[in-house]
């Protein structure tokens, strides 16, 4: 089972839809969950960090966190195009650890 | 945040030979984390530079393959050894700079190897 699973494939979102992306991972130890932005060819930056359950917004995003499922999401809200890119799910490695795992990513496009 | 840099930005090298890649910032870091992402993948951690002893590494990664150096607490380097076309991936330092894990990028060294 992989630490952290990114299923879904490309996701294209009309501009000023809701954009939504899911994350499980596998160590109910973790503590720490962020979500990533990166775009092509760039190295990824750090948009949202949620350590309990329940909803955190920031602006457009909102993560959603739910440890009883370990499962993470990220919502983007009013997309807009320059909202296209790859979205990275990362955990840490288990409880008091901090290194981290990251899912393979979710393309976002945002159609204008 | 810190600002992070790394050198050099891309290279392009000949399988066989070594290539030693530098991670900076601009103030003092308890962790730093080596990465690499390899085409069309995430990010898989390689290490963790610690300052002052032996770098820790992931399941995979061997020092002989990539030693790491972490002098003090601003800087660290990565060295891709007797380097394979394999080898070719973008290689990444971040840091943490808070006490709840957040890490942040430097921009990152494009390494092809032919």
């Known amino acids: 089972q992989k630490e952290v699973e990114q299923n879904s494939g490309p996701l294209s979102v009309p501009e000023g839809a809701i954009a939504s992306l899911n994350c499980t991972y596998s160590d109910r130890g973790s503590q720490s969950f962020f979500w990533y932005r990166q775009y092509s060819g760039k190295s990824p930056e750090l948009i949202m960090s949620?350590?309990?359950?329940g909803d955190k917004e920031d602006g457009r995003f909102t993560a959603q966190l739910n440890k009883a499922s370990q499962y993470v999401s990220l919502l983007i809200r009013d997309s807009q195009p320059s909202d296209s890119a790859t979205y990275l799910c990362a955990v840490n490695k288990g409880y008091g650890n901090n290194r981290l795992a990251f899912g393979k990513g979710n393309q976002v496009v945002v159609i204008p | 945040s810190a600002v992070i840099s790394q050198k050099p930005s891309r290279d392009i090298c000949q399988r066989g030979t070594s290539l030693t890649i530098q991670c900076q910032v601009d103030s003092q870091v308890t962790m730093m984390f080596w990465y690499r992402q390899q085409p069309g993948q995430s990010l898989t951690l390689i290490a963790t530079?610690?300052?002052?002893?032996?770098?820790?590494?992931e399941s995979g990664f061997v020092i002989d393959k990539f030693p790491i150096s972490r002098p003090n607490l601003t800087f660290s380097t990565l060295t891709v050894s007797n380097m394979s076309p394999e080898d070719s991936s973008i290689y990444l330092c971040?840091?943490?700079?808070?006490?709840?894990?957040?890490?942040?990028f430097g921009p990152g060294t494009r390494l092809t190897v032919l």
């Open positions: 530079a610690n300052q002052g002893s032996e770098a820790t590494y």
């Open positions: 971040s840091v943490e700079e808070t006490l709840y894990n957040e890490q942040f």
């Open positions: 949620i350590y309990s359950n």
